[in-house]
């Protein structure tokens, strides 16, 4: 029980980035207690625009939660690497490699200054054991955001394949 009380001693110094997370679209599932606890656990980063954010096949076990910013993702073919999106605040990268641990599928470039959360596997394990409930509804989460992903690959290769 002791660990619990010292986790929430230590939310307090996050609650600068508590603020900042609460205000995008990602954490509208999440009460403030929830968004709170969740950036006990997460790794914020600054990127200037044009900083490589992640590299396609590096081995990172991590979600980002773009904050601030852009971040365009590359896909590299034989010749070079061509912009396949550009993600904006509230949206995430990361997804698979931090549930299947599978190197990154692109590269993440900073579109302009960004502020990236990141949540490692170890964190999510970790805020999981102490808090299971809101680990089982932040797995939720990134299952909804794969399923997503999934849909809007599968109608766009559909579209590509009946052109």
Known sequence: ??????????????????????????ASEFSWE????????????S??????????????ESLGIIVKGAVDIFKH???????????KSSQTFGEMALIDGEPRSATGI????TIIFFISKKSLIELSETYPKL????????SKLISQHLRRTTGMLVDYLEN
């Open 77 to 87: 073919n034989e010749t070079e690497p061509v912009r396949v999106t550009t993600l």
């Open 47 to 60: 990127a200037k625009k044009g900083a490589v954010i992640f590299v396609e096949g590096a081995r990172e």
């Open 110 to 113: 900073a579109a302009k200054d």
């Open 135 to 142: 680990g089982l509804q932040l797995l939720w989460k990134i």
């Open 1 to 26: 029980m002791a660990d619990r009380s010292e986790k929430k001693l230590d939310v307090e110094k996050y609650a600068k980035y508590a603020q900042i997370l609460e205000q995008t679209k990602w």
């Open 34 to 45: 929830h968004i709170r606890i969740i950036c006990n656990y997460i790794r914020p980063v």
